[in-house]
T-cell receptor, first 110, second 117 residues
Framework: SQQGEEDPQALSIQEGENATMNCSYK?????LQWYRQNSGRGLVHLIL?????REKHSGRLRVTLDTSKKSSSLLITASRAADTASYFC??????????FGKGTTLSVSS | GAVVSQHPSWVICKSGTSVKIECRSL??????MFWYRQFPKQSLMLMAT?????????EQGVEKDKFLINHASLTLSTLTVTSAHPEDSSFYIC?????????????FGPGTRLTVT
């Protein structure tokens, strides 16, 4: 298992703005997954991008993956106050558990 | 689909007692379950991995005699914190994976907040 390193650690934006957070990892992966955690809750699976994919969309989420740079980004467009949460990336290698870094704490103010 | 439940959602116990937390996969068979703990404002730390019918594999630094994990069926895993102490107070989150899903997604329970007084 390996953990991803999210950047920035904290991000504050206004409603309607876009939020971009980045993830770096160290070794080859099968896929990379993004999760959201609201305060005091469990994690919610947001999106998964496979190692042979470069970009994926789901609603207001856009994820990119650059395996040559071992990095990924998560873009949330038109942010809402309800998007306020911590976001974690999880590089996945087959058969291993997901390990989580410190995450990016996103605050969206109205 | 892919719902994981935990019970209880919060528990307060006295120092020296044991507490059992249940984790259930409601609509899929969880061949593998994971237990994490999370301290305030910190990330999740993997405690152990369990496969149905097998002994759990604990991460380095996690006392297996203190955190007993049982994964007796494809839908249920339990974590028992034995002889709990205040430093065991934390947020415990279980996660489940169905190897019928090819990409290793993990689905998380809502967490159990344990307070040891």
């Amino acid at each position: 298992s390996q953990q991803g390193e999210e950047d920035p650690q904290a991000l504050s934006i206004q409603e309607g703005e876009n939020a971009t957070m980045n993830c770096s990892y160290k070794t080859s992966i099968n896929n990379l997954q993004w999760y959201r955690q609201n305060s005091g809750r469990g994690l919610v699976h947001l999106i998964l991008i496979r190692s042979n994919e470069r970009e994926k969309h789901s609603g207001r989420l856009r994820v990119t993956l650059d395996t040559s740079k071992k990095s990924s980004s998560l873009l949330i467009t038109a942010s809402r106050a309800a998007d306020t949460a911590s976001y974690f990336c999880a590089p996945y290698q087959a058969g291993t558990a997901l390990i989580f870094g410190k995450g990016t704490t996103l605050s969206v103010s109205s | 689909g892919a719902v994981v439940s935990q019970h209880p959602s919060w528990v307060i116990c006295k120092s020296g007692t044991s507490v059992k937390i249940e984790c259930r996969s409601l609509d899929f068979q969880a061949t593998t379950m994971f237990w994490y703990r999370q301290f305030p404002k910190q990330s999740l730390m993997l405690m152990a991995t369990s496969n149905e019918g097998s002994k759990a594999t604990y991460e380095q630094g996690v006392e297996k005699d203190k955190f007993l994990i049982n994964h007796a069926s494809l839908t249920l895993s339990t974590l028992t914190v034995t002889s709990a102490h205040p430093e065991d107070s934390s947020f415990y989150i279980c996660s489940a994976r169905d190897y019928g899903l090819p990409y290793g997604e993990q689905y998380f329970g809502p967490g159990t907040r344990l307070t040891v007084t």
